[in-house]
């Protein structure tokens, strides 16, 4: 068996799409397909406004700018998230405040948030791990008590929601990641939806490069100029000719992740039951989409030896992710608090191969392989 841990899918339409924008003559940002795109996104969710950047990164750093964040404001968002999350707010100069993981969610404890706010706090920056959402009740109850912004990090958590409402809605701002190991991807992309409304006119000027050229060629300026900060935020046609593509097959993609997601999680129940493992619990306010399978071992070694494992028959599940209150680069800058369960998600949790065109014949043999390491133990 050789099963790598991802496999983008290409969707039918994608070439012809692409083929389309380069007949078009314009492969440059903001043409047809980001149209398309924005249109898409914007119906489906029933949003104001949207902007589709090269990364979620790129939508994480817009949003970081967009509010103004500098030096001295501080930022509060897990400890237990990809770089980018801490990357943007720091770039501005802003302090990330650190909260730990819960003893049953690898996202932040929504608890442990308030006892961070002081004078300084300008922003929380909740990430829905694997689409499973954090509690926005409590979230959105601190932001309208204390003043402060909330920008949701929903890399993860397209078609998933909190109480009904869709992921990254919530917020001011959220956050959506196309990278190609994300359920809906165009190799490197992202998208911002910008749910307040007072921030949208500034957001476009941002995205064009802190000009005025999303205006202009709509025809609602006579020139365009440099107006504010800003950077090249936007995607190429290209991009988003494939990743129309994907959003037309979004229905088709989330049925075979989320049966994929149900195959495993069935699949090791006994295991779980009988101790060896922990599987992911979606409280009541959550959605599951299918964005990731994962898992606790009982410790490092257990962890170790189980990838090693199944490594060696050619299935390539992976750990992940380091906490950035112990990373090499923010470790000298944080405050110093003890995080222990970002610390044992670091150590313990393991995510299995899920992507559309992984067959059930090689999710079998995961589920197999996965019973067969701990039943020879
Ligand atoms: C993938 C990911 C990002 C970054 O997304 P890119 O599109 O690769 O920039 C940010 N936050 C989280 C939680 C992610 O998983």
């Excluded at 196309?178 to 307040?196: A, M, Q, R, W, Y």
């Excluded at 313990?348 to 079998?364: C, F």
């Amino acid at each position: 068996m050789q099963v790598p841990f991802n496999r983008p899918y290409t969707p039918e339409n994608a070439i012809a799409f692409i083929k389309n924008a380069i007949e078009s003559g314009h492969l440059s940002g903001n043409g047809g397909y980001t149209k398309r795109c924005h249109t898409f996104i914007k119906n489906r969710y029933k949003l104001k406004e949207c902007f589709l950047t090269s990364s979620c990164t790129d939508a994480l750093e817009m949003s970081a700018m967009l509010l103004n964040i500098k030096p001295g404001d501080e930022v509060i968002m897990p400890s237990f998230t990809f770089v980018s999350t801490a990357l943007a707010f720091h770039r501005q100069g802003a302090t990330i405040r650190f909260v730990d993981s819960k003893k049953d969610y690898p996202g932040m404890d929504e608890l442990l948030i308030e006892p961070l706010i002081n004078k300084r706090t300008r922003a929380i920056v909740p990430v829905h791990y694997a689409g499973t959402a954090c509690d926005m009740d409590i979230i959105l109850a601190l932001s309208g008590k204390y003043g402060l912004y909330v920008v949701e990090d929903a890399a993860h958590a397209i078609e998933s929601c909190f109480n009904g409402k869709q992921l990254g809605t919530l917020g001011n701002l959220g956050c959506f990641s196309f990278h190609e190991t994300k359920n809906i991807h165009c190799g490197e992309g992202g998208l911002l939806l910008v749910n307040d409304e007072s921030l949208v006119e500034r957001a476009e000027i941002l995205w064009e490069k802190g000009t005025n050229r999303a205006s202009y060629f709509r025809g609602d300026s006579s020139f365009y100029e440099w107006k504010d900060i800003g950077s090249s935020f936007l995607p190429s046609e290209l991009n988003a000719a494939f990743l129309y593509a994907q959003l037309e097959s979004l229905a088709k993609i989330q049925a075979r992740r989320i049966s994929i997601w149900n195959i495993y999680f069935n699949g090791l129940r006994s295991l779980a039951e009988d101790g060896h493992i922990i599987i992911p619990k979606i409280p009541d306010y959550a959605t599951n989409n299918g964005n990731s399978f994962y898992f606790l071992c009982r410790d490092l070694k257990q962890r170790e030896e189980l990838l090693s494992y199944l490594h060696r028959f050619g299935i390539m599940a992976i750990s992940h992710y380091l906490p950035l209150h112990k990373s090499q680069f923010y470790s000298g800058l944080h405050d110093g608090r003890k995080l222990p369960f970002s610390e044992l998600y670091a150590e313990t949790l393991v995510r299995l191969p899920l992507y559309y065109d992984l067959n059930e014949t090689q999710v079998s043999g995961i589920i197999e392989k996965t019973i067969e390491f701990f039943k020879n133990k």
